[in-house]
Every structure is written in C-alpha cells, then in structure tokens.
C-alpha cells in the first residue's frame, strides 16, 4: 500500500516530515537511519510514540480537510468514543509541553534537551495508557506497534 506521508523522521533532534511511497523502504538510507518497514523493532517506543502524538497533534485544525484525515486516523485506531476523547485531550497536552521543549531547546538541542524529548514523550505515553480504558489502551498500542512499519528514524 502506497502512503503519501510516511510520518516524520527523527532526523538530528527535530522532526522532519517525510514525503514518500511504501517503495522508500527498499531505498538505501543515509548511514544510521531505521526504517520500520526492514526493521521494526530497532524503532525505540519513545521515538514511535513521539512521532504518533506529534502526527496526531499536527491534525488538530479546523480545516475540513485536516478534520476529515483526523477522524480518519482515530477511526483506524479503533477506540471508542470516551477513548477517542481522553487521546484528543492528552495529544493536546502533549502538543503544548512539546511546543514548550522545542522553545526552550532552541534550534540545536543539546543531548540532555533530545534525553527531555525522550523522557516527554514516554510520559506521555505512560498517561495515555492510564488514562484509555483496558482495550482503549491495547488498541493505541497496537496502532503505534503497526505504524512502526511506516517510521524512518536515526536512533
């Protein structure tokens, strides 16, 4: 299956979209990089995290179309409508303590401000799966395990 948009990379310490066919994958990569779709489990869970709550807070917008790809990638997650709604509200959160990291950070993070980033996002992904339901939680982890597949990262 083609994907217009293979999420973002973590390239350096600042997220990167990424434009490209599935067919990117049999491409070779610059020296260091992963790619999901050889290898997903060289993608540590706080960078696949880090690039679903990123994604996931890129389309919060009134615009139609962004409101049509949001309803459409929380409706492959498959949560209910309480989940769903507990996501949106943590995403929103998380989008904001991002943007803060970032202000702070500056344009060229040190190694301890890309640790933060790190420790920000397996927060977040701590509180996300305290907060969903018992299946809500298994669902999101289960999305994040699938999209690996579609993630190129430099670890």
Avoid: C
């Avoid at 060289?42 to 179309?65: G, T």
């Avoid at 344009?107 to 420790?119: D, F, R, W």
């Amino acid at each position: 299956m083609k994907r217009r948009m293979l999420f973002l990379a973590i390239a350096g310490l600042a997220p990167v979209p990424l434009l490209a066919q599935a067919s990117l994958a049999t491409q070779s990569l610059p020296p260091g990089f992963v790619t999901g779709a050889k290898n997903p489990e060289l993608i540590p869970d706080s960078a696949s995290y880090r690039l679903i709550l990123l994604h996931l807070a890129s389309l919060n917008s009134a615009d139609p179309q962004t409101v049509t790809r949001q309803s459409a990638v929380y409706s492959r997650i498959g949560l209910s409508a309480a989940d769903t709604s507990v996501l949106q509200q943590q995403v929103a959160a998380f989008k904001a303590a991002y943007s803060q990291w970032q202000t702070q950070a500056g344009s060229s993070p040190s190694a301890a401000a890309e640790q933060q980033a790190k420790t920000l996002a397996t927060d977040y992904r701590d509180n996300i799966l305290k907060s969903l339901t018992a299946e809500g939680a298994v669902k999101f982890s289960l999305f994040v395990n699938q999209e690996k597949a579609h993630m190129i990262v430099r670890p």
